[in-house]
T-cell receptor, first 114, second 112 residues
Framework: DSGVTQTPKHLITATGQRVTLRCSPRSGDLSVYWYQQSLDQGLQFLIQYYNGEERAKGNILERFSAQQFPDLHSELNLSSLELGDSALYFC?????????????FGQGTRLTVV | AQSVAQPEDQVNVAEGNPLTVKCTYSVSGNPYLFWYVQYPNRGLQFLLKYITGDNLVKGSYGFEAEFNKSQTSFHLKKPSALVSDSALYFCAVRGYNNDMRFGAGTRLTVKP
């Protein structure tokens, strides 16, 4: 168990809908990362937060947004969902966004858009 | 841009034989490299990292990785493979903003 908790584990929703994925980082970790894993595109970095502030942005669509709250948990909001958004969404955390620190991953949320 | 490449989609080895999963990197400045493993329906688990120092890095579950600056490689190795090592392996590098960028992954299959 990595100590990173993601909810829900599975989510099935219809096209056009909006969902929220939640992540609780490891105790003491200030940095949170979101990744999307799909069969054809591998593991894609979406966005990173550090202590409530956005730190880095990757291949995140405009329909997606995220935030990190004062208690350090993070939420990833996906709206106007399309079939192609079906994927595994991972959250990871690290103590700080320093280059020599490893990130610890949650179990992921499997999103299926029908 | 910081990036890693895993040239093999699939690696097959027999149980008890040594295994190698390849990774090459492209970075500006000092490389900070990582290996992760993903079992079916699970998140990624950290195996080991190279920051600086010894070129041979030891990690979890008997895995080690060899950093080679001249060949810009960071190959994952294990002297004797187990069937339970069968999984998806990812190499990663820290990007400019300290985001972590992953290779496409290599599926390792260890046959009894």
């Amino acid at each position: 168990d990595s100590g990173v908790t993601q909810t829900p584990k599975h989510l099935i929703t219809a096209t056009g809908q909006r969902v929220t994925l939640r992540c609780s980082p490891r105790s003491g970790d200030l940095s949170v990362y979101w990744y999307q894993q799909s069969l054809d595109q591998g593991l894609q970095f979406l966005i990173q937060y550090y202590n409530g502030e956005e730190r880095a942005k990757g291949n995140i669509l405009e329909r997606f947004s995220a935030q990190q709250f004062p208690d350090l948990h993070s939420e990833l909001n996906l709206s106007s969902l399309e079939l192609g958004d079906s994927a595994l969404y991972f959250c990871a955390s690290s103590s700080r966004p320093a280059p020599n620190t490893e990130a610890f991953f949650g179990q992921g949320t499997r999103l299926t858009v029908v | 841009a910081q990036s890693v490449a895993q040239p093999e989609d699939q690696v097959n080895v027999a149980e008890g034989n040594p295994l190698t999963v390849k990774c090459t990197y492209s970075v500006s400045g000092n490389p900070y490299l990582f290996w992760y493993v993903q079992y079916p329906n699970r998140g990624l688990q950290f195996l080991l990292k190279y920051i600086t120092g010894d070129n041979l890095v030891k990690g979890s579950y008997g895995f080690e990785a060899e950093f080679n600056k001249s060949q810009t490689s960071f190959h994952l190795k294990k002297p004797s493979a187990l069937v339970s090592d069968s999984a998806l392996y990812f190499c990663a590098v820290r990007g400019y903003n300290n985001d972590m960028r992953f290779g496409a992954g290599t599926r390792l299959t260890v046959k009894p």
